[in-house]
């Protein structure tokens, strides 16, 4: 890539929300690539702190583990100020943790189930937001990027909570990006299809099958094709794009 392409994401810093593992660490990865420093944030801070050195080993980029629970605001709130602390800023918030929860019908699940997948697909996301966007609003620049799913477009049987929680994240990708859209910071969503990792150990082989038949290209999706997307809505280059979400579904969305 040559560095003068906006891609290039030189002394840029971006929080990858949920990098240690699966989809967040493929994002993670591919922003270091493109030279931006990582802060790699997860629950999981061993796990965390092993995918920063992987990706420090692999690339020339800082990367930073950081303990994040998306769904507690004190915790975001410091982890954020960590981060400009160090950094002095935040060009990049990728809003990636999120949980599939228990696969069952509505009435075999029980409200605190329902209320987890909430807490951390959609609040996680309201809090992270909240803890970045003055910092970015002074700056008069942001790039925010949100993952939702398919399942919040196309509502998936049994995950009543996840397709519901990921519907409003694109709801709130289409708000957010409206209150800020002359700010410079531009928020947008990528909604996957079925992408193999540990996720969808949260889920049945039947109900995964469900999914992946409904892909017109029949096939699971790679966390790196996933990230390969939200590279584009994170860098200089997505200038006149905001409030969208664009589908990483090997043609499953109608919409
Ligand atoms: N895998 C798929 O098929 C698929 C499809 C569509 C959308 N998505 C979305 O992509 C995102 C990443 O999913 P994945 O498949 O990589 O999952 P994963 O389970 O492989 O990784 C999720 C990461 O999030 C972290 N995490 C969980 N709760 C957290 C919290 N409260 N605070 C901070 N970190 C937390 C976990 O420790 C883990 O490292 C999720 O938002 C998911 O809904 C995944």
């Known amino acids: 890539m040559s560095t003068d392409s906006f891609l290039v994401l030189k002394d840029q810093v971006a929080i990858v929300t949920g990098a240690a593992a699966g989809i967040g660490a493929a994002i993670a990865r591919r922003l270091a690539r493109a030279q931006a420093g990582v802060v790699i944030a997860d629950l999981d801070a061993s796990a965390a702190a ?5 990706i420090r080993s692999e690339t020339n980029s800082e990367a930073f583990p950081l303990a994040m ?8 709130e410091q982890a954020v100020q960590t981060v400009l602390q160090r950094f002095g800023r935040v060009h990049i918030l ?11 019908p509505l009435w075999e699940q029980s409200l605190e189930e329902w209320r987890q997948v909430v807490e951390i697909n959609l609040f996680g996301i309201v809090h992270c937001c909240r803890a970045v966007i003055n910092a970015m609003r002074r700056e008069r620049y942001g790039r925010i990027v949100n993952i939702a799913s398919i399942a919040g477009k196309e509502g998936n049987p049994n995950m009543t909570a996840y397709s519901a929680s990921k519907a409003a994240v694109i709801g709130f990708t289409k708000s957010l990006a409206k209150e800020v859209a002359t700010e410079g910071i531009c928020v947008n969503a990528v909604s996957p299809a079925v992408v193999r990792t540990r996720l969808l150990e949260q889920l049945t082989p039947l109900h995964v099958e469900y999914m992946t038949e409904r892909i017109p290209m029949r096939r699971t999706g790679s966390p790196e ?31």
């Open 69 to 76: 629970d998306v769904t507690n605001p004190a915790s975001v």
């Open 225 to 255: 094709e996933i990230a390969a997307v939200v590279h584009f809505l994170a860098s200089k280059d997505c200038s006149f794009v905001t409030g969208q979400c664009y589908d990483a579904s090997g043609g499953r969305a109608t919409y």
């Open 94 to 104: 990728v809003n990636n943790a999120g949980i599939a929860g228990r696969a069952a």
């Open 50 to 54: 092993e995918t920063a050195d992987s």
